[in-house]
């Protein structure tokens, strides 16, 4: 028997595989996730909100209106400290082109090139929003705290990925295995807090 049809706001393949870890990490079941490959087309609104919480929600409204089934939406980037949090809401188009990941970790690396090691703190963030048609709506924030390396390390993982280095490793984002990511990430973290909500829908 097919389980509750939740749209996950995304065409990235791999954002759909870590939201099913996360569930299948907490054994909850009865949940089939959809990306938006998988639903009709709809107009998408621009990410124009000043906060992540803000893109998330707007991004959960529109698919949950959309198409009538709960939906999941993130924003999340990375904010550095030495750049006054930014890129941040901007991280995607950083480098002025949309998703070009080489480009954007150049540029942040360009920016950082004469900033030294004891001042190169950084986080990725991620705000998830679960919308409910006709039902609750909520938003968490996951953050993970580290480190801008020189260069990039690693291939696994996608955006700054390979240059991001958690507190407390010596590798790089994108030399974890996925267990590993989702565990400590930004995005594991919220997924994670929406747990409860959708367990509930999966008994419902």
């Known amino acids: 028997m097919p389980g509750t049809r939740v749209l ?3 065409r990235n393949a791999k954002k759909l595989r870590e939201l099913h870890r996360v569930l299948d990490a907490a054994g ?11 639903v009709p087309p709809y107009p998408e609104a621009p990410e124009t909100g000043a906060t992540f919480e803000d893109n998330a929600l707007a991004k959960a409204r529109d698919g949950a209106r959309a198409t009538g089934l709960a939906c999941v939406a993130d924003d999340s980037g990375l904010e550095v400290d030495a750049l006054n949090g930014m890129p941040g809401i901007l991280s995607a188009r950083w480098s002025g082109r949309h998703g070009n990941d080489g480009a954007n970790t150049a540029l942040v690396l360009a920016q950082l090139g004469d900033v030294p090691d004891d001042r190169r703190g950084a986080a990725f963030v991620s ?3 679960l919308v409910v048609p006709g039902g609750e709506e909520a938003v968490v ?3 993970w705290r580290g480190t ?24 790089s984002a994108a030399q974890l295995s996925p267990e590993e990511k989702d565990a400590a990430s930004h995005r594991g973290r919220a997924l994670t807090q929406l747990v409860p909500a959708l367990a509930k829908l999966a008994e419902s």
């Open 8 to 10: 996950v706001a995304s």
């Open 28 to 38: 909850v079941n009865g949940i089939e996730l959809v990306g938006l490959d998988a």
């Open 127 to 129: 705000a998830c929003a």
């Open 141 to 143: 924030r996951g953050e």
């Open 148 to 171: 801008i390396a020189r260069e990039p390390v690693g291939d696994g993982g996608f955006g700054y990925d390979p240059v991001f280095v958690p507190e407390g490793s010596s590798r």
